[in-house]
């Protein structure tokens, strides 16, 4: 049986506090429930909420009607008037943009072509891309019913480039997973059960909108978040092709990862950068900062030389083969006593280059990836004189 999401209108919720509303827990076995315009009671006797606009049931009706099955936009018909009663109503004769008459255009096509694929994403609560941005949607909806994390809708819109967008929308496909649908999908609940789904339509992945535990996360996925949260003066990778090739060179961890020298503590930090980018930025950069990978008890070896030895082994094998011998050793041995070895180094590009200090050597065997000639001026010191 698909689950489903038993939710009420937020703004209909104060006067029906006698109501049992089911939260994400319990997604199954919600009884269906019928709109009745006059304020009736269907299904089980108890009251249904206050009529909706009529372009609201007329959408709803409509995009329940023609969008199910796995493309199923919404989980109840109640979730769908909470969302519609937080949309601009737009124009019916000209259906466009972020809009209640775009999206309602849209399920009528849903339903006269059969084209659901096509129609019914556009006819959800993101948009689609047809109806306004699936980020922008988000945004707006996530300051309606719950609270923006970030200073601004814009702020957010900027942000939500970051999260992972499938393209698709399926309900109950998308009710976990780190993604923008499953986002979606919980922030939609929102406008009627706040309580329950606010903190599931985070811009940190909170479960269920996260991956499960040992989950080895892609570069595709970290780059895209770093890249999004961690710019100007705070970018730690010059380029996405940069970012992807130094992750390759990183041990992946898992999502779960905090403080490990690994892909998966970046990422955490490259998430936590969305909210906080000052201190969290150069803790998503190659070095980690201390923070991810931290200084082991009784070593002279901190995170930073931990990542530019690896990092530098990963990229300049060719120019390390003659001296390769014990050179891992060495090399934490010299890093480690370099400006900026220690935590909370502050890395960034912009404060990188130059001078005799780990900042700059991170830089530099970034860029080796894609520059050999980056791993003779490492090995002979004119990189960072």
């Not at 199954?28 to 009529?54: C, H, K, L, Q």
């Not at 007329?58 to 008037?81: K, P, R």
């Amino acid at each position: 049986m698909r689950r489903m999401t038993g939710l009420l209108s937020l703004a209909l919720l104060a006067p029906l506090s006698g109501f049992a509303w089911l939260g994400c827990q319990a997604i199954a076995g919600i009884e269906d429930r019928t709109f009745d315009p006059s304020g009736g009671e269907t299904g089980g006797g108890e009251p249904e909420p206050p009529p909706v606009s009529e372009q609201c049931a007329s959408y709803c009706a409509d995009v329940m009607a023609n969008c199910t099955g796995e493309f199923q936009v919404y989980s109840t018909l109640q979730t769908c008037y909470g969302v519609c009663a937080l949309l601009p109503l737009g124009d019916p004769l000209e259906p466009a943009d972020n809009t209640v008459a775009c999206r309602a255009r849209q399920a009528q096509l849903a339903g006269a072509t059969g084209e659901v694929s096509v129609h019914c994403p556009a006819a959800g609560p993101g948009g689609g891309g047809e109806c306004g941005s699936n980020c922008e949607s988000y945004c707006a909806l996530r300051a309606a019913a719950c609270t923006l994390e970030v200073a601004t809708e814009e702020a957010c819109v900027a942000m939500c480039a970051g999260l992972k967008d499938v393209e698709t929308f399926d309900v109950i496909e998308n009710h976990e997973g780190d993604t923008l649908q499953c986002r979606l999908v919980h922030v939609s609940s929102a406008t009627v059960d706040p309580d329950e789904h606010c903190p599931h339509a985070s811009l940190m992945p909170v479960d269920p909108c996260a991956d499960p535990e040992g989950t080895a996360p892609s570069c595709d996925d970290y780059c895209r978040v770093v890249m999004t949260s961690c710019s100007g003066d705070l970018a730690v990778y010059e380029s996405r092709e940069q970012c992807l090739a130094v992750c390759a060179a990183l041990p992946p961890g898992g999502t779960e990862d905090q403080s490990e020298n690994t892909v998966g503590c970046r990422k955490y930090h490259a998430y936590s950068a969305m909210l906080a980018p000052t201190p969290h930025c150069p803790h998503a950069g190659p070095g980690g900062d201390g923070h991810c990978g931290a200084q082991e008890p009784g070593s002279d070896t901190t995170g930073n030389c931990v990542s530019y030895c690896t990092l530098f082994e990963a990229a300049c094998k060719e120019a390390l083969a003659e001296v390769f011998d014990g050179w891992g050793a060495a090399c934490q041995g010299e890093c480690s006593a370099m400006t900026g070895a220690a935590d909370n180094s502050g890395y960034s590009v912009a404060s990188a280059e130059g001078g005799d200090a780990v900042a700059c050597r991170l830089l530099h065997v970034s860029r080796a990836f894609e520059n050999p000639d980056e791993c003779t001026a490492l090995l002979d010191g004119s990189a960072c004189p």
